[in-house]
Protein backbone atom coordinates (compact mmCIF):
# COMPACT_ATOMS: atom_id res chain seq x y z
CA UNK A 1 0.00 0.00 0.00
CA UNK A 2 1.43 3.09 -0.54
CA UNK A 3 1.84 6.10 1.19
CA UNK A 4 -1.57 8.08 1.69
CA UNK A 5 -0.44 11.42 2.22
CA UNK A 6 2.07 11.37 -0.61
CA UNK A 7 1.61 15.81 -1.06
CA UNK A 8 3.42 18.49 0.55
CA UNK A 9 2.11 20.27 2.99
CA UNK A 10 -1.32 18.75 2.98
CA UNK A 11 -3.32 20.49 5.68
CA UNK A 12 -6.25 17.97 7.43
CA UNK A 13 -9.34 20.20 9.54
CA UNK A 14 -10.44 17.49 11.77
CA UNK A 15 -13.68 17.97 13.73
CA UNK A 16 -12.51 16.64 18.21
CA UNK A 17 -9.20 15.69 19.12
CA UNK A 18 -6.85 13.96 16.55
CA UNK A 19 -4.24 11.18 17.45
CA UNK A 20 -1.63 11.79 14.29
CA UNK A 21 -3.86 10.44 11.41
CA UNK A 22 -5.69 8.29 12.93
CA UNK A 23 -8.88 6.52 11.44
CA UNK A 24 -11.81 8.92 11.46
CA UNK A 25 -14.75 8.24 13.25
CA UNK A 26 -18.30 9.32 13.10
CA UNK A 27 -21.96 8.53 13.20
CA UNK A 28 -23.62 5.75 13.14
CA UNK A 29 -27.06 5.78 13.23
CA UNK A 30 -29.69 2.95 12.85
CA UNK A 31 -31.23 3.05 9.52
CA UNK A 32 -34.42 1.28 11.11
CA UNK A 33 -35.84 4.45 12.37
CA UNK A 34 -35.69 7.68 10.16
CA UNK A 35 -35.17 11.09 12.20
CA UNK A 36 -38.55 12.41 11.31
CA UNK A 37 -37.45 16.57 12.36
CA UNK A 38 -36.87 18.98 10.16
CA UNK A 39 -35.13 21.06 13.33
CA UNK A 40 -31.41 21.65 12.79
CA UNK A 41 -29.57 19.96 15.63
CA UNK A 42 -26.69 21.63 17.27
CA UNK A 43 -23.87 18.95 18.17
CA UNK A 44 -21.84 19.92 20.75
CA UNK A 45 -18.16 19.44 19.22
CA UNK A 46 -14.59 19.99 20.81
CA UNK A 47 -12.80 22.46 19.07
CA UNK A 48 -11.53 21.93 15.53
CA UNK A 49 -7.77 21.23 15.77
CA UNK A 50 -5.71 21.74 12.65
CA UNK A 51 -3.05 18.53 11.65
CA UNK A 52 -0.34 19.34 9.44
CA UNK A 53 0.97 16.83 7.16
CA UNK A 54 4.09 17.29 5.40
CA UNK A 55 6.13 14.43 3.21
CA UNK A 56 10.13 14.33 3.06
CA UNK A 57 11.83 13.24 0.29
CA UNK A 58 12.20 9.63 1.28
CA UNK A 59 8.60 9.62 1.48
CA UNK A 60 8.19 9.70 5.57
CA UNK A 61 5.35 10.83 6.55
CA UNK A 62 6.03 14.09 9.37
CA UNK A 63 2.90 15.32 11.50
CA UNK A 64 2.28 18.70 13.37
CA UNK A 65 -0.95 17.96 15.82
CA UNK A 66 -0.24 21.30 17.67
CA UNK A 67 -0.83 23.62 14.85
CA UNK A 68 -3.74 25.97 16.03
CA UNK A 69 -6.44 27.50 13.47
CA UNK A 70 -5.74 30.56 11.35
CA UNK A 71 -7.83 33.71 11.21
CA UNK A 72 -10.03 33.28 8.70
CA UNK A 73 -8.98 35.74 5.50
CA UNK A 74 -11.02 34.43 2.34
CA UNK A 75 -14.86 32.50 2.34
CA UNK A 76 -15.12 29.27 4.68
CA UNK A 77 -14.26 25.86 3.43
CA UNK A 78 -16.35 22.94 3.91
CA UNK A 79 -13.93 20.27 5.05
CA UNK A 80 -16.44 17.41 4.30
CA UNK A 81 -19.88 16.61 4.52
CA UNK A 82 -22.03 12.80 4.54
CA UNK A 83 -25.17 11.65 4.96
CA UNK A 84 -25.34 9.87 8.10
CA UNK A 85 -28.63 8.86 8.69
CA UNK A 86 -31.69 7.72 6.12
CA UNK A 87 -35.05 6.85 7.54
CA UNK A 88 -38.75 6.97 6.80
CA UNK A 89 -39.06 10.00 4.44
CA UNK A 90 -35.89 12.36 6.21
CA UNK A 91 -32.45 12.46 6.01
CA UNK A 92 -29.31 13.53 8.60
CA UNK A 93 -26.45 15.30 7.08
CA UNK A 94 -23.23 16.22 9.27
CA UNK A 95 -21.13 18.94 7.77
CA UNK A 96 -17.85 20.23 8.75
CA UNK A 97 -16.21 23.31 8.16
CA UNK A 98 -12.19 25.02 8.94
CA UNK A 99 -13.84 27.94 10.50
CA UNK A 100 -17.22 28.45 12.56
CA UNK A 101 -20.11 28.92 10.25
CA UNK A 102 -23.81 28.71 10.24
CA UNK A 103 -25.39 26.18 8.04
CA UNK A 104 -28.48 25.97 5.21
CA UNK A 105 -29.30 22.46 3.62
CA UNK A 106 -31.29 22.09 1.05
CA UNK A 107 -32.19 19.68 -2.04
CA UNK A 108 -32.76 19.17 -5.44
CA UNK A 109 -32.72 17.03 -8.17
CA UNK A 110 -29.71 17.12 -10.75
CA UNK A 111 -31.09 16.77 -13.58
CA UNK A 112 -32.73 19.90 -15.67
CA UNK A 113 -36.55 19.88 -15.52
CA UNK A 114 -36.69 17.62 -12.45
CA UNK A 115 -40.23 18.44 -11.17
CA UNK A 116 -39.77 17.13 -7.81
CA UNK A 117 -40.80 19.26 -4.86
CA UNK A 118 -38.65 18.58 -2.10
CA UNK A 119 -39.55 20.24 1.46
CA UNK A 120 -36.92 22.27 3.20
CA UNK A 121 -34.42 24.36 3.61
CA UNK A 122 -33.38 23.33 6.55
CA UNK A 123 -30.73 25.26 8.88
CA UNK A 124 -28.40 25.74 11.71
CA UNK A 125 -27.96 29.24 12.93
CA UNK A 126 -25.33 28.54 15.60
CA UNK A 127 -21.47 29.57 14.41
CA UNK A 128 -19.67 26.64 14.83
CA UNK A 129 -17.85 23.84 13.13
CA UNK A 130 -19.56 21.21 13.02
CA UNK A 131 -23.36 21.14 12.31
CA UNK A 132 -26.24 18.59 12.03
CA UNK A 133 -28.66 18.64 9.93
CA UNK A 134 -31.92 16.58 9.42
CA UNK A 135 -34.14 17.30 6.15
CA UNK A 136 -37.36 15.98 4.96
CA UNK A 137 -37.35 14.06 1.44
CA UNK A 138 -40.56 13.66 0.09
CA UNK A 139 -39.72 10.20 -0.06
CA UNK A 140 -37.37 10.83 -3.21
CA UNK A 141 -34.04 10.47 -3.23
CA UNK A 142 -32.01 14.10 -3.87
CA UNK A 143 -28.70 15.95 -4.06
CA UNK A 144 -28.03 17.53 -0.63
CA UNK A 145 -26.78 21.37 -1.30
CA UNK A 146 -25.10 23.04 1.60
CA UNK A 147 -24.55 26.45 2.19
CA UNK A 148 -22.00 27.95 5.06
CA UNK A 149 -21.76 31.48 6.15
CA UNK A 150 -19.38 32.54 8.48
CA UNK A 151 -18.88 35.52 10.67
CA UNK A 152 -18.29 38.08 8.14
CA UNK A 153 -21.24 36.97 6.23
CA UNK A 154 -18.81 35.25 3.45
CA UNK A 155 -20.58 31.83 1.63
CA UNK A 156 -19.49 28.58 0.37
CA UNK A 157 -21.74 26.37 -0.81
CA UNK A 158 -20.96 22.32 -1.11
CA UNK A 159 -23.06 19.52 -2.74
CA UNK A 160 -23.16 15.65 -1.51
CA UNK A 161 -24.13 13.58 -4.41
CA UNK A 162 -24.48 9.00 -3.40
CA UNK A 163 -25.01 6.60 -6.10
CA UNK A 164 -28.89 7.07 -5.46
CA UNK A 165 -28.59 10.76 -7.32
CA UNK A 166 -25.67 12.72 -8.58
CA UNK A 167 -25.18 15.47 -10.10
CA UNK A 168 -24.78 15.41 -13.83
CA UNK A 169 -23.30 18.73 -14.93
CA UNK A 170 -20.34 17.39 -12.74
CA UNK A 171 -19.66 13.79 -12.38
CA UNK A 172 -19.84 11.35 -15.10
CA UNK A 173 -22.55 9.08 -14.70
CA UNK A 174 -23.63 5.42 -16.19
CA UNK A 175 -20.66 3.89 -17.16
CA UNK A 176 -18.17 5.91 -16.29
CA UNK A 177 -20.16 6.78 -12.77
CA UNK A 178 -18.09 7.01 -9.47
CA UNK A 179 -16.89 3.29 -8.12
CA UNK A 180 -15.52 1.32 -5.20
CA UNK A 181 -14.25 -1.64 -6.06
CA UNK A 182 -13.52 -3.66 -2.57
CA UNK A 183 -11.29 -6.30 -2.29
CA UNK A 184 -10.72 -7.49 2.01
CA UNK A 185 -9.65 -4.20 3.87
CA UNK A 186 -8.26 -2.68 0.44
CA UNK A 187 -10.22 -0.63 -1.99
CA UNK A 188 -9.97 1.68 -4.71
CA UNK A 189 -11.65 4.47 -5.70
CA UNK A 190 -12.26 5.64 -9.39
CA UNK A 191 -14.12 8.62 -10.83
CA UNK A 192 -14.91 11.14 -13.84
CA UNK A 193 -15.64 14.81 -13.13
CA UNK A 194 -16.31 17.41 -15.52
CA UNK A 195 -13.08 19.44 -16.18
CA UNK A 196 -12.68 23.08 -15.54
CA UNK A 197 -13.44 24.87 -19.36
CA UNK A 198 -9.88 26.10 -20.70
CA UNK A 199 -8.23 23.95 -18.00
CA UNK A 200 -4.94 22.10 -19.01
CA UNK A 201 -4.24 19.72 -16.37
CA UNK A 202 -6.52 17.58 -13.79
CA UNK A 203 -7.69 18.86 -10.57
CA UNK A 204 -6.90 16.18 -8.13
CA UNK A 205 -9.42 14.49 -5.63
CA UNK A 206 -9.25 13.27 -2.04
CA UNK A 207 -11.11 11.00 0.18
CA UNK A 208 -12.16 11.66 3.90
CA UNK A 209 -12.91 8.48 5.71
CA UNK A 210 -15.01 8.16 8.31
CA UNK A 211 -16.26 5.57 9.95
CA UNK A 212 -19.45 4.39 12.46
CA UNK A 213 -19.71 4.09 15.74
CA UNK A 214 -20.26 0.54 17.20
CA UNK A 215 -23.89 0.21 18.56
CA UNK A 216 -25.14 4.02 17.97
CA UNK A 217 -28.83 4.66 17.56
CA UNK A 218 -30.10 7.82 16.48
CA UNK A 219 -30.49 8.84 19.99
CA UNK A 220 -27.42 9.29 20.85
CA UNK A 221 -24.69 11.61 19.81
CA UNK A 222 -22.67 9.61 17.93
CA UNK A 223 -20.26 11.45 16.23
CA UNK A 224 -16.83 10.66 17.59
CA UNK A 225 -15.10 13.95 15.70
CA UNK A 226 -12.33 12.54 13.60
CA UNK A 227 -11.64 12.22 9.76
CA UNK A 228 -8.98 10.85 7.74
CA UNK A 229 -8.55 12.77 4.51
CA UNK A 230 -6.45 10.85 1.70
CA UNK A 231 -4.60 11.95 -1.30
CA UNK A 232 -3.05 9.85 -3.47
CA UNK A 233 -4.89 10.62 -6.25
CA UNK A 234 -3.87 9.62 -9.67
CA UNK A 235 -5.89 12.29 -11.58
CA UNK A 236 -5.59 12.59 -15.47
CA UNK A 237 -7.36 14.78 -18.01
CA UNK A 238 -9.09 12.85 -21.18
CA UNK A 239 -7.35 13.37 -24.42
CA UNK A 240 -10.70 15.57 -25.11
CA UNK A 241 -9.84 17.66 -22.22
CA UNK A 242 -13.57 17.25 -20.84
CA UNK A 243 -12.86 15.03 -17.87
CA UNK A 244 -10.62 14.40 -15.03
CA UNK A 245 -10.04 10.85 -14.69
CA UNK A 246 -9.29 9.77 -10.97
CA UNK A 247 -8.42 6.69 -8.95
CA UNK A 248 -7.45 6.70 -5.30
CA UNK A 249 -6.21 3.74 -3.68
CA UNK A 250 -7.34 2.66 0.46
CA UNK A 251 -6.92 0.23 3.39
CA UNK A 252 -9.60 0.19 5.99
CA UNK A 253 -8.62 -0.27 9.16
CA UNK A 254 -10.39 -3.00 10.04
CA UNK A 255 -13.59 -4.80 9.40
CA UNK A 256 -15.55 -4.04 13.10
CA UNK A 257 -17.26 -0.70 11.92
CA UNK A 258 -18.83 0.21 8.84
CA UNK A 259 -17.77 3.14 7.03
CA UNK A 260 -18.38 6.43 4.93
CA UNK A 261 -16.07 6.80 1.77
CA UNK A 262 -16.66 10.41 0.72
CA UNK A 263 -15.23 11.28 -2.87
CA UNK A 264 -14.39 15.22 -2.70
CA UNK A 265 -13.77 17.45 -5.71
CA UNK A 266 -13.01 21.21 -6.08
CA UNK A 267 -14.77 23.24 -8.82
CA UNK A 268 -13.06 26.42 -10.41
CA UNK A 269 -16.14 28.24 -8.88
CA UNK A 270 -15.21 27.46 -5.02
CA UNK A 271 -18.18 24.91 -4.95
CA UNK A 272 -16.74 21.77 -3.90
CA UNK A 273 -18.66 18.49 -5.03
CA UNK A 274 -18.95 15.43 -2.23
CA UNK A 275 -19.94 11.81 -3.56
CA UNK A 276 -20.69 9.12 -0.97
CA UNK A 277 -20.19 5.33 -0.70
CA UNK A 278 -21.54 3.58 2.50
CA UNK A 279 -19.23 0.65 3.32
CA UNK A 280 -20.51 -2.30 5.80
CA UNK A 281 -17.80 -4.29 7.91
CA UNK A 282 -19.62 -7.34 6.85
CA UNK A 283 -18.78 -6.63 3.02
CA UNK A 284 -14.98 -6.21 4.34
CA UNK A 285 -15.05 -9.30 5.70
CA UNK A 286 -16.67 -11.26 3.16
CA UNK A 287 -13.92 -9.58 0.91
Known amino acids: MQNIF ?5 TLALAGAFAAVSLATAVACDSSSGATSGTATPVQQPPTQ ?49 TPTTATISLFGGQAGDPT ?6 SDATLATHHTIAIGTGGSAGI ?19 PQRADAQFWALGTFSPKLAQQGLTA ?12 TTAEGGAIVLLSKQAGCTTAQACLLGNATTLTNDTAQLTPDSVWDTHSLAMKFPDA ?6 V ?11 FYQFDVSGASLKAG
Not at 263 to 273: H, I, K, N, Y
Open 6 to 10: NRTNV
Open 117 to 122: QYPGPE
Open 263 to 273: LMEPRADGEVQ
Open 188 to 199: TATWRTMNAPGA
Open 144 to 162: VKAVVTDAQGRKTTADLGT
Open 256 to 261: THDYYV
Open 50 to 98: IVEVHTTPDGTSVTNPTATPKPATSAPRVVWMAETHAGAGAITVDIETD
